[in-house]
């Protein structure tokens, strides 16, 4: 069985400073894949970041990277730059053998101006 | 460029009410699903497909039904609405591997 654990319900960031949600997972599949997505209030799920268990390097797009420790089990998102926009829901997610997409409870990111 | 259509935006039932919540991808996805979002839960797995005329249960199956007889379109059916359904249900589409799902917009259904 699969799962992703986020352990922090709600975090606060000042603007234009970077930030880190933590994410952890667990799976005896040996190839895998984690996601990251963002839920504004708006409701609608944006997706961010992907990060392959082959994956010799930590996936960046744009200001989002994703600090994969394999040994640990982390995928960790780093949101540099802060913005208020930034203020959402954030879901880690992992896809291990199959096509499924297990989910985390979620990080409610607020961004301080 | 639709991506993912879902049907309706809002819906109130009242208990024992049935109902069908539609779901289309015009993106040729082999992967469909459907997932509820309750608060401090996540989003939790209902129903999934890999590909017309297949079905699988997911985490949460009870109370809902499933069928895919096209590639486009996966409807979710609520037999018979409990208070315990009230949730923000989304259909999502992939082509699996490395692709993310896409989602669509979301239906909050409310039983009373």
């Known amino acids: 069985a699969q799962k992703i654990t986020q352990t922090q319900p709600g975090m606060f960031v000042q603007e234009k400073e970077a930030v880190t949600l933590d994410c952890t997972y667990d799976t005896s599949d040996p190839s895998y894949g984690l996601f990251w997505y963002k839920q504004p209030s708006s409701g609608e799920m944006i997706f961010l970041i992907y990060q392959g268990s082959y994956d010799q390097q930590n996936a960046t797009e744009g200001r989002y990277s994703l600090n994969f420790q394999k040994a640990r089990k982390s995928a960790n998102l780093v949101i540099s730059a802060s913005q208020l926009g930034d203020s959402a829901m954030y879901f880690c997610a992992m896809r291990a053998g199959s096509y499924q997409l297990t989910f985390g409870k979620g990080t409610k990111l607020s961004v301080i101006p | ?84 359904q009230t949730s923000v249900y989304f259909c999502a589409s992939s082509f699996g591997g490395s692709s993310p799902l896409h989602f669509g917009n979301g239906t909050r259904l409310t039983v009373t």
């Open chain 2, 1 to 84: 460029n639709a991506g993912v259509t879902q049907t309706p935006k809002f819906q109130v039932l009242k208990t024992g009410q049935s109902m069908t919540l539609q779901c289309a991808q015009d993106m040729n996805h082999e992967y469909m699903s459907w997932y509820r979002q309750d608060p401090g839960m996540g989003l939790r797995l209902i129903h999934y497909s890999v590909g017309a005329g297949i079905t699988d249960q997911g985490e949460v199956p009870n109370g809902y039904n499933v069928s895919r007889s096209t590639t486009e379109d996966f409807p979710l059916r609520l037999l018979s609405a409990a208070p315990s």
